[in-house]
């Protein structure tokens, strides 16, 4: 009764399926099993949108279709070790416990793009961008600065009105990547954060209110006055949130912006050693115009792939997204990688399946 | 309607299996069997789950033993793992869902079956059915952005000052917004549909027979439905109140976004809290730690077994009461 | 002995209505205004009570209209003809909708439907008709703490028993987890109504010659069946709107896909993609979808109902 209707509907759906819709013609060379999909891959939800975007222009211009789910790094990790996902991605590296228990033997890393952490703040009576330091950011979070216009914040920004107020804090309440940079960050810069909650994709807070996901802090935030939070850039941008200057290694105040988390990844690639892993950490980066907070994600994927026709398209989709994929991440609020780093990996994913010549050219 | 005429005979002059007035053994056999079959399904799923998650949940258990029940600490850096904040959260969390959803699911029940005009009573009735269709992540966002901040700058402040109940234990603490409090409304939200559906179906099968009895006694509209429907449609109602507390226990998306997921114990509704559903969704999918990961199966494990007590309890309280005075 | 005619009582003489009647006594003067004042009581109490449970009928639909006042600004703007029609789209580029995640709901909770109903009704036929043996009386315990347990832990296991022993995500898996959420609200739905029909329907059935199959199938589960058909819509709405469990399971697909084994797009799983995104125009699809995926089930739920009212005429009054 309520399953023949629906039944008629979906028949009805089986016959239209499969056309090309998303994209123009299949693939290519057949895979191991018929599928609508070429790849699938599980992970990070922070670079979804660039990755949604990249797919679809290389399906457009490739007709490889690959199908990105954003179920979280973890989720990205557990999927990849699984082999129930041809790649994962994650917004922090795997630790090697991790990556000894992948079923598929080791484990490459890819940088991708850049993302910065931006800390967001709800005080309108601020005029001007906060100025903070690492060790009283730390020190908000420990719940050791409680109030705005505490007397160390107020020697950081001379000239500005600080509200006579509470501090709230809000913080994620669930495991993520961006956690992990930021406590990386923080375990980076004072010494009491290592000692306490330290580093990891969820830690024990000490103060603060959980929010579900950058969307769950960035509407807190934006709701309540008086908090200070921590999101992707692009949450503080997309909801036009208050984000504060951070002083960086060289002693300079700077925001968060294209330039300035690019600036934290120059010069890395000149100092990786030749076998790098490429599990690398840029907070605190050395530079005059470097962001603190910024960190790369990843594309993880085996070494030695069972698929040759499936690796072959997927080496060759990093490489069109390396070589080709600039100008809309930045569209986006994503930052490219430094080119110096960016022909480095295509030289190791050249390696990794030399077999594909077809390239997308 | 075959069988008012003669039943088929054999050629043999005995009835024909299946057809005669003795039944049908076969038939009745295979129904039997097949409608058991199904029933067995539910234990053997749930024993499958079982199994599973208490498996995956021994080493954190073996780690850290009944502490496990008792402790506030969370850690995952240091791999301390306790759950005492989450279970709870859940637990009044979910009491108090009930305590606002009940009264208010068999109101609505009421009106549709007694006074709902026939032209009112199916859009209501879609209208509140429909709450059950909403997206967890819909329920969790409209929190976030309406109700939370309706709680923070009305109510709230209204219950605290208003009613001066901010000097009971139950209400103080600063109104952050995010509390055990929104949680509550927004489980009450979505828990509301299960009890009404099923309270307002029971109520609509009374017979008539007892409404025009209390009525020929000289009892009132209220005392009718008071008197001789609602008792008759208890266990029903009941039945639908354990099915609102079990989504109520289970809920995850909806309520940590609006719970302020903290991990500690407090008397007041007005501070934040956790639950042990919240938990498990919250870490699960960044969770790759094999103590972590044991750690929140142990939570499912434990919430699963508080779903058993909970229900043993309900179904002890509904016999005992059904026991006095049964209809 | 001598009986009156019939006539003389018709002309026998009428006791005269002018007669006074006695001065009610203290006592009773107080009794009947004590009798007064209890049904004033009860009439006002009656007229309070009745006055609740509208309150609380205009109460119950306060939340619902809240909401879909704020999906409807919100999202009403995006519900096109390109929302019904097209794949999504990245951030930035225009159009795009939820065509491949609308037809993924359906496969995906016609599935559930197809496992969850049959084994629901079933166990609820077998609880209502062996009420009181042990059997009964755990399943029926079960079931409910079935219907407790976190929709994301039935996601984790449902991936570990129907994913990972294949390797790849499927409708199916996604289907069969839901379909198992959908049990315990359909059994007790099915056990509930088929315990209201009177037993003297039945007995009339059984005394006609139906065997007791025919009896428990064509006459109480018909008799039942508007009560088992609201709560098998209740159980489709609530696990058309789950996430978690097809999160692991389902997966969601960016492209076109109606195959049994493999990813399928879904509208929660949409939903919840674009909802916690930062992008307006996401938020903006997000909340289109919930719009929807809500009139997906208010369709079924039209559909479902007048297919079982057409048959035969209102329940058990």
Do not use: E, F, K, L
């Given at each position: 009764m309520i399953v023949a209707p629906l039944a008629a509907l979906v028949l009805a759906a089986c016959g239209g399926g499969g056309d090309a819709k998303a994209a123009g013609g299949d693939g290519g060379a057949a895979t191991s099993r018929s599928s609508s999909v070429d790849l699938t891959g599980a992970g990070a939800t922070f670079p979804q949108p660039i990755y949604n975007k990249w797919f679809s222009d290389y399906a457009a211009k490739t007709g490889v279709r690959i199908n990105y789910q954003s179920i979280g790094s973890g989720g990205g990790i557990r999927q990849l070790s699984e082999q129930t996902v041809d790649f994962g991605a994650s917004d922090s590296p795997m630790k090697d416990d991790e990556m000894a228990k992948a079923r598929g033997g080791p484990v490459l890393h890819v940088p991708t793009v850049l993302g910065a952490v931006a800390i967001t703040y709800n005080a309108p009576e601020i005029q001007k961008p906060l100025r903070l330091t690492g060790d009283v950011l730390a020190d908000v979070f420990l719940g050791k600065?409680?109030?705005?216009?505490?007397a160390r914040i107020a020697a950081l920004n001379p000239g500005v009105a600080l509200p006579a107020k509470d501090i709230l804090v809000v913080r994620r309440s669930d495991g993520s990547g961006t956690t992990y940079i930021f406590t990386d960050y923080l375990a980076a810069v004072s010494p009491a954060w290592a000692g306490g909650p330290g580093k990891g994709k969820e830690v024990q807070w000490p103060v603060g209110l959980g929010g579900k996901g950058n969307e769950g802090v960035a509407g807190q935030v934006k709701q309540t006055p008086g908090t200070i939070g921590y999101v992707e850039l692009a949450y503080a941008r997309q909801n036009r949130l208050s984000v504060a200057e951070l002083r960086n290694a060289a002693g300079n105040f700077v925001s968060p912006s294209v330039e300035t988390v690019a600036a934290a990844a120059a010069g890395v690639a000149e100092k990786l050693p030749p076998e790098s892993d490429y599990r690398l950490s840029i907070v605190?980066?050395?530079?005059?115009?470097?962001?603190?907070?910024s960190s790369f994600t990843w594309i993880l994927l085996y070494?030695?792939?069972?698929d040759p026709v499936k690796a072959g398209k997927l080496v060759d989709f990093l490489r069109w997204a390396l070589r080709d994929g600039d100008s809309t991440a930045v569209a986006l609020d994503y930052v490219p990688l430094p080119e110096a780093l960016a022909s480095r990996l295509d030289q190791r994913l050249a390696q990794l399946a030399p077999a594909s010549a077809q390239g997308a050219k | 309607m075959t069988e008012l005429a003669a039943p088929a005979r054999t050629a043999a002059g005995a009835p024909a299996l299946g057809t005669g007035i003795e039944g049908s053994p076969v038939g009745d056999r295979i129904y039997r069997v097949s409608i058991a079959a199904f029933a067995m399904a539910v234990p053997l799923l749930l024993a499958a789950i079982a199994i599973a998650v208490f498996a995956a949940a021994w080493p954190a258990f073996r780690t850290f033993g009944p502490g496990f029940l008792t402790s506030s600490r969370w850690d995952a850096v240091e791999g301390a793992f306790g759950a005492a904040p989450a279970i709870y959260g859940t637990l009044v969390s979910s009491f108090l869902a009930l305590l606002l959803a009940t009264p208010l699911a068999i109101g609505v029940a009421i009106f549709l079956s007694e006074f709902a005009p026939g032209w009112l009573r199916q859009p209501v009735a879609f209208l509140v059915d429909l709450l059950a269709a909403i997206p967890s992540v819909v329920y969790g966002l409209w929190g976030i952005f309406v109700l939370v901040p309706l709680l923070r700058t009305h109510v709230m402040p209204f219950l605290a000052n208003t009613l001066g109940l901010g000097r009971t234990p139950l209400f103080?603490?600063?109104?952050?917004?995010?509390?055990m409090l929104a949680a509550g409304v927004v489980l009450a939200i979505m828990v509301l549909p299960y009890i009404s559906a099923v309270a307002r179906e029971v109520l609509l099968a009374v017979p008539r027979s007892q409404r025009e009895a209390a009525l020929a006694l000289g009892a009132t509209h209220w005392e009718m439905i008071w008197g001789a429907v609602l008792p008759y449609a208890r266990s029903g109602i009941v039945g639908g109140v354990i099915l609102g507390l079990g989504r109520a226990l289970g809920e995850t998306m909806a309520v940590t976004m609006v719970i302020?997921?903290?991990h500690e114990i407090a008397a007041s509704l007005f501070a934040p809290g956790y639950t042990m559903a919240s938990l498990i969704a919250n870490e699960f999918s960044e969770a790759t730690g094999d103590l972590h990961l044991s750690a929140l199966m142990a939570v499912g494990a434990t919430l699963f077994a508080i779903t058993l007590v909970v229900n043993a309890i309900a179904r002890w309280l509904v016999w005992s009461v059904s026991r006095e005075g049964a209809p | 002995m001598t009986v009156p005619p019939p006539s003389a009582a018709l002309h026998a003489p009428v006791p005269s209505p002018t007669r006074q009647p006695q001065r009610p006594s203290g006592r009773q003067r107080a009794f009947a205004e004590r009798t007064v004042r209890k049904i004033r009581r009860r009439r006002a109490a009656n007229v309070a009570m009745v006055g609740l449970t509208y309150l609380a009928a205009a109460l119950a639909t306060v939340p619902l209209v809240l909401i879909l006042a704020h999906l409807l600004t919100k999202g009403a703007s995006s519900v096109g003809l390109d929302f019904f029609t097209q794949m999504p789209k990245p951030v930035g580029d225009a159009g795009g909708g939820m065509a491949n995640a609308i037809v993924g709901t359906l496969i995906v909770i016609s599935i559930a439907a197809a496992f969850g109903l049959p084994v629901g009704i079933g166990a609820g036929l077998y609880l209502a008709e062996r009420r009181g043996t042990p059997l009964a009386t755990t399943v029926r315990f079960l079931s409910d703490v079935l219907n407790g347990l976190p929709s994301i832990v039935i996601g984790i296991f449902a991936w570990e028993f129907l994913v990972r022993p294949v390797r790849h995500f499927s409708a199916l898996a996604g289907g069969i987890a839901l379909g198992a959420m959908m049990i315990p609200l359909v059994t007790r739905a099915t056990e509930e109504m088929v315990r209201t029909v009177p037993t003297s329907l039945r007995e009339a059935a059984l005394a006609l010659g139906y065997p007791q199959w025919r009896t428990s199938l064509t006459v109480v589960l018909r008799t039942a069946l508007p009560g088992i058909v609201t709560g098998a819509l209740v159980a489709l709405a609530r696990v058309a709107g789950e996430t978690a469990p097809l999160l692991f399971t389902a997966f969601g697909n960016q492209f076109w896909s109606t195959a049994l084994d493999e990813p399928v797009a879904a509208l929660p799983l949409q939903i919840f993609t674009y909802a916690i995104s930062p992008y307006d125009e996401w938020h903006a699809q997000a909340w289109a979808g919930a719009l929807v995926l809500l009139a997906i089930v208010l369709v079924i739920s039209l559909v479902a109902r007048f297919a079982t009212r057409a048959r035969y005429g209102g329940g058990g009054d």
């Open positions: 600065v409680t109030r705005w216009n505490d605190n980066a050395p530079g005059p115009n470097a962001y603190p907070i070494r030695n792939q069972a | 103080s603490g600063p109104a952050y917004g995010p509390s302020g997921n903290r | -």
